[in-house]
């Protein structure tokens, strides 16, 4: 008489096998922290969108000068990371964010949502981009990933005009560990400001908000 073979498997091995898979993945997880690869995804994009807006500027100041650069750049006085900005009745702006929301400070300009991302004078710096016409380095402004007031996460960008020389400065905020505490940069930058990553021809244009 054949004896049966046993298949398959008992329910304490299926127990054991499923406990080790979860803890299995709880170590990957813990290794691979999703939530700081994201983070650094963002930061990532951050520190490229700052680069191109720092290359754009200069392209567009050195060459053609866009016509109403003297109206979106503050030509009164030279940069001291202290200036208002805008005028006594705060209807000229000279520190533009990419939010499409009020920050709640004068001298202020938000965007419109619809047209934020616009090269004509119509996003969120309001510069025209499409100037040089050949070689233009933008085809659409960037905005932050996040881009909301209370998170802090959101570009600024100002200028000034002084001894001859447009002088300008671009700035995020950046959140992964990996670029605020292994690399951090807001702090290795060269600006005025700790909290923010800073980039541009003068640091001490843009002020604290
Ligand atoms: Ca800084
Ligand atoms: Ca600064």
Redesign the pocket.
């Known amino acids: 008489m054949l004896k049966s073979i046993q298949k398959g498997f008992t329910l304490i091995e299926l127990i054991i096998v499923i406990t080790i898979l979860v803890l299995l993945g709880v170590v990957v997880i813990v290794l691979i922290d999703p939530a700081e690869i994201l983070a650094q995804s963002r930061d990532s994009q951050r520190i490229s969108d700052v680069a191109s807006l720092k290359g754009a500027t200069q392209l567009v100041l050195a060459s053609a000068v866009p016509s109403n650069a003297a109206t979106v750049c503050d030509i009164t006085d030279a940069p001291d990371?202290t200036d208002t900005y805008g005028n006594a009745t705060g209807t000229t702006s000279y520190v533009f964010s990419s939010l499409t929301t009020d920050i709640g400070a004068s001298g202020y300009n938000q965007s419109a949502s619809t047209t934020a991302q616009s090269i004509t004078n119509t996003g969120w710096v309001q510069i025209d981009y499409r100037t040089p016409s050949t070689g233009r380095a933008l085809t659409s402004l960037p905005i932050d990933p996040t881009n909301t007031l209370a998170s802090g996460y959101f570009y600024r960008w100002g200028c000034n005009y002084v001894n001859g020389l447009y002088q300008y400065?671009v700035?995020t905020k950046l959140e992964s560990a990996k670029y605020t505490v292994t690399d951090n940069k807001a702090t290795k930058d060269g600006?005025?400001?700790s909290s923010?990553y800073?980039s541009g021809n003068n640091?001490?244009?843009?002020?604290s908000y």
């Open positions: 990371g400065e700035d600006g005025n400001n923010r800073e640091l001490g244009v843009l002020r």
